[in-house]
Every structure is written in structure tokens, then in C-alpha cells.
């Protein structure tokens, strides 16, 4: 059995003690957390409502609002669902292991605390040897959401994790920065046509060229069938605002400019990061851009957000929700 941590604890996710000392963790009901591609999660055993309900009192994280299940298997995903159509197999083919989570029917055995008191389960396989080899070991599904306080800014890096549980009793297994940076594209598979929930790399143009009809991307604003749609979510500590380049910038502010062609040389301020004009590139680096201007004791952050075009719809998205109102 594992000794009892004091306080959060870092170790190396290639060490396979550790990753025992994991598996042990959760057969116990106790919590780890876990780096994947997206970010890293705090996890607990899915199919376990005493394990689940620590997850929502550690993350404040209000119970109705759904968590994704992780998966290392395609067998072990049908295993939660009461309900498998064609496009699950024909999305998992080509996208998973990776930063897509499908929506589908929840089967009874799955506690409805799991699902934030839904009948419809999110399901993903991670793009990370480290979260595989604890789900694989384990040899049962995992619920890991981003592991940070509820509508706070996600981690991407296993110090991120530490300072926001640095008293919890947490093993946080460290795999390296995270390369997507953005959590998962969420698709719903339970309607008529698919629709996209909440925008990640995936886009909806790929999947509708895998799928071979439409998919649509559904407001998500009230709607609470997946995670991380809540008007304001990601969020710094330190107040955030989008902007222009012209009205960025000042005395003790920081300031993250998006996108490499724009002239943003007259820009001054307390602490400053311009980012390159590359979607995927701007994902890998945006929260841990975010979480360097919160703690560089600045009054604001400035973003200077990219254009409004469907390539940038998942950083935009994570944007307007860190700089919305609280």
C-alpha cells in the first residue's frame, strides 16, 4: 500500500513505481493526477460514486456538471454506453487515441454522479503513454477532469498542478507539458446528425470529412451536456480583457499578443509574450502563457486575440471565457 502523502506530490510518470503507486491509489478510492495530450486531470475510478464525489469537493466543482470518462480501449468505452452507432467506430478508427470525446447514451452501470446526474456519458481514449498505462494497469475507465480549482485556468504542466492542491492529499504523476495545451473537441453522437459541443483541434470540417455528412457546432452557451462551457471558465486570477494592440499594454500589465504578423512593437507593459501565428502551436502554449502573466504580479492581462476564422474557433473559445465577467 501506498504511504500516506502529506501534501501533493510530484514523481516521474516514466518511474513504473509510481505508476504502481497509482493504480494502488485508485483501487483505494483516493485521487491522481494524470498528465494526457489536452491537460493534465484529476482522476478517480469512474465506475466508483464515493472516488467521483471527491473529485467534485477537491475541483469546487458544481455536481451537475458532467465529467469525462478516459478509456484505453475501444472495448472498454462500449463497456459505458448503452448505445455504440457506426460513427463512434468510424470517429475512434481515425481519432483515437487523441483530443476527441464522444457523447453517447450512459449504461446503467455507470453512476449518474460520473455524468453530473446525466443519462448521456462523455468518452475519450488519451494520446498519453503515462494516462494509458495507469487505465491499462487499473484495467477500468477513469473520470479525469483538468486538473485545477473549478473555472480556473487548466494545467498544462505538473507545477501548475501542484500549486493549485499543494496541501491535498494528491500524487500527481508528471509526463511532461502537455502537447495539444487545449482540452478535447466534445461530439455529440446521440442526435440526427453530430454536433460539435465544445471546440478543440478536432475540427468539424475533419469530422464531417470522416463522417461523411455535416457536423455543426451547437451554442454552447446553457447548454450543459459537456464539460467546460460555462460563460466564464479558463480563467486567470488576475482580471483578464481581449483587445487590440492599440489598446494594449500600460504600466503593470501584461500583455499576450496572438499571431506573428502583427505589428505590436509599441506595445509596453509589465510582462509580455507574443505568440506565432499557428493554431496548434498557439494551443500547446496558451495556458502556460496565461498562467506566467497571472503570476508576474501584474494588474491585468491584455490579450490580443487572433482573427475570427473556424482555425482559431478553439483558442477563441477558451479566450472569451477567461475574459468574461465573474
Known amino acids: 500500500m501506498t504511504d500516506p502523502l502529506p501534501g501533493a506530490v510530484v514523481r ?22 494524470i498528465p494526457t495530450e489536452t491537460v493534465y486531470g484529476i482522476a478517480a475510478r469512474t465506475l466508483e460514486p464515493e472516488a467521483i464525489e ?12 458532467p465529467l469525462i470518462a478516459h478509456v484505453s480501449s475501444v472495448e472498454m468505452a462500449r463497456s459505458l454506453v448503452s448505445e455504440w452507432p457506426e460513427e463512434a467506430d468510424r470517429l475512434a478508427l481515425v481519432l483515437w487515441p487523441g483530443p476527441l470525446t464522444m457523447v453517447l447514451p450512459r ?12 443519462d448521456s456519458i462523455a468518452i475519450r481514449i488519451p494520446a498519453h503513454s503515462v494516462a494509458l498505462e495507469v487505465i491499462h494497469r487499473l484495467g477500468e475507465p477513469i473520470s479525469a477532469p483538468s486538473a ?37 473537441t466534445v461530439v455529440d ?37 459537456s464539460p ?13 480583457r481581449l483587445c487590440s494592440a492599440e489598446e494594449a499594454g500600460g504600466e503593470h500589465v501584461a500583455v499576450i499578443s496572438i499571431g506573428g504578423d502583427r505589428d505590436s512593437s509599441h ?5 509580455r ?9 498557439v494551443g500547446a502554449l496558451l495556458y502556460s502563457s496565461l498562467h506566467a502573466a497571472d503570476l508576474s504580479g501584474s494588474r491585468r492581462i491584455d490579450v490580443v486575440p487572433p482573427p475570427s476564422t473556424p482555425s482559431w474557433a478553439a483558442v477563441r473559445d477558451r479566450l472569451e471565457r477567461a475574459a468574461a465577467p465573474r
Open 12 to 33: 516521474s510518470g516514466k518511474d513504473q513505481t509510481s505508476i504502481a503507486d497509482a493504480v494502488i491509489r485508485l483501487r483505494a478510492r483516493r485521487l491522481v493526477a
Open 267 to 271: 506595445v509596453t507593459g509589465r510582462f
Open 189 to 225: 453522437l446521440r442526435g440526427r446528425l453530430p454536433e460539435v459541443l465544445r471546440p478543440g483541434v478536432v475540427t468539424p470540417e475533419r469530422l464531417s470529412g470522416i463522417l461523411g455528412v455535416e457536423v455543426v457546432s451547437r451554442d454552447s452557451e446553457g447548454q450543459a451536456d
Open 54 to 65: 471527491q473529485i467534485y469537493r477537491v475541483k469546487g466543482r458544481p455536481g451537475d456538471n
Open 148 to 184: 485545477n480549482r473549478s473555472g480556473s485556468l487548466s494545467p498544462t504542466e505538473a507545477r501548475h498542478v501542484l500549486s493549485e492542491f499543494v496541501d491535498h492529499d494528491l500524487l500527481v504523476l508528471d509526463g511532461g507539458p502537455c502537447r495539444v495545451g487545449l482540452e478535447s
Open 273 to 281: 509574450v507574443a505568440l506565432p501565428s499557428d493554431p496548434e502551436i
Open 228 to 240: 467546460g462551457t460555462a460563460t466564464s471558465h479558463y480563467a486567470p486570477a488576475t482580471e483578464t
Open 107 to 118: 449504461a446503467d452501470s455507470v453512476p449518474k454522479i460520473s455524468t453530473g446526474g446525466r
